[in-house]
């Protein structure tokens, strides 16, 4: 069965700093992984989509990156600011048929 | 273009009423799925329908719990007797068409919630 973990689960930062998440999932046979975001009491919104014959996707100041064979990906957040904050979710799509999702890191950028 | 649209987005029951979830997708959208977040757990899979077919109930409680998408109208997830357990934050996504081409899947777009409160 997949899983999914993040880590760390909270990261606290002061603002400008460059900054890492991290995903890994055990099952490498993945189709697609997606990186969310999701305000307090909020939906989620997309933030990047990496197919697995991929191995990163920007957008912005984001950056994705995925190794399939070490079953880790990263988001890679530029310059942060106090708008980043927020709960950062990654989820695979490994052939089920839904998405597996990790628990989260929540960010926080202080002013 | 509207995205997945959810109501309502928040809904107060007492234990043993029923609860009744809607999800409109994406406009050309044959494929949706419900998910729930429990309090400080992850998003986890629920139900996958395409018009008028379940094609995968594994994540969805046995008793209680059902869910259609019916050929007009929104995917309804309906949850009989609610009791506290149920209390959670549910969400809908949709997906256009499922293609696998190059091992790679479709992406797939999420409403805002419906936040179920069992009183």
């Known amino acids: 069965k997949q899983e999914v973990t993040q880590i760390p689960a909270a990261l606290s930062v002061p603002e400008g700093e460059n900054l890492v998440l991290n995903c890994s999932f055990t099952?490498?046979?993945?189709?697609?992984l997606q990186w969310f975001r999701q305000d307090p009491g909020k939906g989620l919104t997309s933030l990047l989509l990496?197919?697995?014959?991929?191995r990163e996707q920007t957008s912005g100041r984001l950056n994705a990156s995925l190794d399939k064979s070490s079953g880790r990906s990263t988001l890679y957040i530029a310059a942060s600011q106090p708008g980043d904050s927020a709960t950062y979710l990654c989820?695979?799509?490994?052939?089920?048929?839904?998405?597996?999702f990790g628990t989260g890191t929540r960010l926080t950028v202080i002013p | 273009n509207a995205g997945v649209m959810q109501n309502p987005r928040h809904l107060v029951r007492r234990r043993g009423q029923e609860a009744r979830l809607r999800c409109s997708p994406v406009?050309?959208?044959?494929?949706v799925y419900w998910y729930r977040q429990l309090p400080e757990e992850g998003l986890k899979f629920m139900v996958y329908?395409?018009?008028?077919?379940?094609?995968?109930e594994s994540g969805m409680p046995k008793e209680r719990f059902s869910a259609e998408f019916p050929k007009e109208g929104p995917s309804i997830l309906r949850i009989q007797q609610v009791v506290r357990g149920d209390s959670a934050a549910y969400f809908c996504?949709?997906?256009?068409?499922?293609?696998?081409?190059?091992?790679?899947?479709?992406?797939?777009?999420f409403g805002p919630g419906t936040r179920l409160t069992v009183l």
């Open positions: 989820a695979v799509w490994a052939g089920a048929n839904n998405l597996f």
């Open positions: 099952d490498s046979a993945i189709y697609n």
């Open positions: 990496i197919q697995s014959s991929q």
């Open positions: 406009k050309g959208h044959s494929h």
């Open positions: 329908l395409q018009k008028e077919n379940i094609i995968d």
């Open positions: 996504a949709s997906q256009p068409i499922r293609q696998r081409t190059s091992n790679s899947y479709n992406e797939q777009f």
